[in-house]
């Protein structure tokens, strides 16, 4: 096995691969996927961000075709990650707290961190963020691509930000330990987190915008502000937010936007958000497994101590910042 080192705050597996089959595939081994437990392992991870995609439009996007309300969903995905969790007790055990990353290395075993992408579920119920914090959540991104309780998407509206719900939940996240993340919201949402956080914020799966004009990429203003609040953007690598209307993913294309996002911000704003498994591009390094070679890539740009700061450093800075 690999040295642990990479945390990555991002990917749809639970979701888009192992829901989806119905069975035929599972966390272990996700065959066609782009990740699965097996190649993590090989390739050294040392935390893994399992997100629960709440879907809303699963006839236009392939996703889980379900009739379930948000909540109703989320408690059968909840369900299936705790299965998957159990089954898989050899490899994987969760992070709920941040001594929790070391001890699981120290047995090697991944850390499994349980986040929600859409905070749909929540519809206006404070008492479901905690029902969810208790049940393992540790990161929520606010929005995906539809309004909900908490606030507005850039694909709805980019100068509507958070509700009152929104701002009221923000603040109970900071309590909780729940990290918020900014991947998928309005601008004006963004900034109304930057204003009122306390704790550090993460845009888990988003890229520079400088360089690639997509509205779920970050301005530098917006990657300035994430610094000044000890937050991450996890680099996405979806070939559409490295380049415009991109179609393979390079690990050049990665490295440039780590590059710039360190020069904007500084190395400690860069993290990894790969967003497998969620995203319909060619890899040139294949699926998780080849994250060494983005490693080696990132030998050639940054110096060794910030290499591993964008690999793992970062993402456990704001973990024992944020879960205490």
Known sequence: MEKMRFIDLHCDTVVCEVMKSGGKKHLRANPGGDLDLLRLQKAGSLVQAFALFISKEPAKHGYVQTDLGPWEFYLRA?????????????????????????????????????????????????????????????LITLTWN?????????????????????????????????????????????????????????????????????????????????AEKGGVAGLNFAADFLVENGRLTTIRDIVRHARHIADVAGAETVALGSDFDGIGCAFEFGDCAGLPLIEEALNKAFPAREVDLITHGNALRVLRESLG
């Open 78 to 138: 909840a369900e299936l990650y705790e299965r998957e969790l159990a089954g898989n007790a050899d490899l994987l055990a969760p992070v709920l707290k941040y001594e929790d990353v070391a001890k699981n290395a120290s047995a090697g075993k991944i850390g499994a961190l349980l986040t929600i992408e859409d905070g749909a579920p929540l519809e206006g119920d404070l008492a479901r963020l905690e029902q969810m914090h208790r049940r393992g959540v540790r």
């Open 146 to 226: 539809h309004e909900n309780s908490l606030g507005f998407p850039n694909a709805v509206d980019p100068e509507k930000g958070l509700k009152p719900f929104g701002f009221a939940a923000l603040e109970r996240m900071n309590g909780l330990g729940v990290i918020p993340d900014v991947s998928h919201l309005s601008d004006a949402g963004f900034w109304d987190v930057a204003g009122h956080t306390k704790k550090p914020f993460v845009a888990s799966h988003s890229n520079a915008r400088a360089l690639c004009p997509s509205m779920r990429n970050l301005t530098d203003a917006m990657l300035r502000a994430l």
